[in-house]
């Protein structure tokens, strides 16, 4: 059976994981964690710096560790980084560890949202748009099988996305708001 204590964001750069991952914490009195967030405290250093230093798999062995801490941690809200479903054993920590929802947003908008940003070092291309859309291609599928909640968000304001989420998160038979 689902574990529904705890609740896990997951979809690609921009997509509004640590911006709602937050607001559902303080709605739900959980604790919020960000698994970027958590590496980065750990370290000491930028996501950029340990992609430099140690490549993206040595960001990507840093990032497994952290999902496994994570979410054995109960009554947690859960931004995972936008990379975090490629590999099956953090896939099975989320699914079996909590509620994983996926936030879907079309690379046209994720552009936009992080066109500005110098701390994704997998946009730091000539053609981000390319990237992104790339990076759509092959992760939507995955994020939608790893998801308990598949969340469609377009251009409405982050309060109209609260919202569908709780709806939706309602509706799981099992989850329990306190
Ligand atoms: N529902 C929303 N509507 C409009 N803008 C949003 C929404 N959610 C997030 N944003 C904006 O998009 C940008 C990226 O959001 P956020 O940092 O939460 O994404 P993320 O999924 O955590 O990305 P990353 O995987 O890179 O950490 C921010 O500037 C945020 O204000
Ligand atoms: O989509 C990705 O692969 C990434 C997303 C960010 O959250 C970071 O985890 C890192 O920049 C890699
Ligand atoms: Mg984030």
Do not use: W
Not at 96 to 113: A, K
Not at 120 to 129: A, I, K, M, N, S
């Amino acid at each position: 059976m689902m574990n529904t204590q705890n609740i896990f964001l997951v979809g690609l750069m921009g997509a509004g994981k640590t911006t709602l991952g937050k607001q559902l914490a303080e709605h739900f009195q959980r604790h919020f964690y960000d698994s970027d967030q958590a590496i980065c405290d750990k370290t000491g250093v930028s996501i950029p710096t340990i992609f430099e230093l140690e490549g993206e798999d040595g960001f990507r062995d840093r990032e497994s560790g952290m999902i496994d801490e994570l979410t054995r941690l109960p009554n947690i809200v859960l931004a995972t980084g936008g990379g975090a479903v490629l590999r099956e054993q953090n896939r099975l920590c989320l699914q079996q560890r909590g509620v994983v929802v996926y936030l879907h947003v079309s690379p046209e908008i994720l552009v936009e949202r992080t066109r500005h940003d110098r701390n994704r070092p997998l946009l730091q291309v000539e053609d981000p748009l390319q990237k992104m859309r790339d990076l759509y291609q092959v992760r939507d599928p995955i994020y939608r099988a790893a998801a308990h909640i598949v969340l469609e968000v377009g251009t409405e304001n982050h309060y109209m996305t609260f919202n569908q989420l709780l709806n939706a998160l309602n509706k799981l038979p099992s989850f329990q708001a306190a």
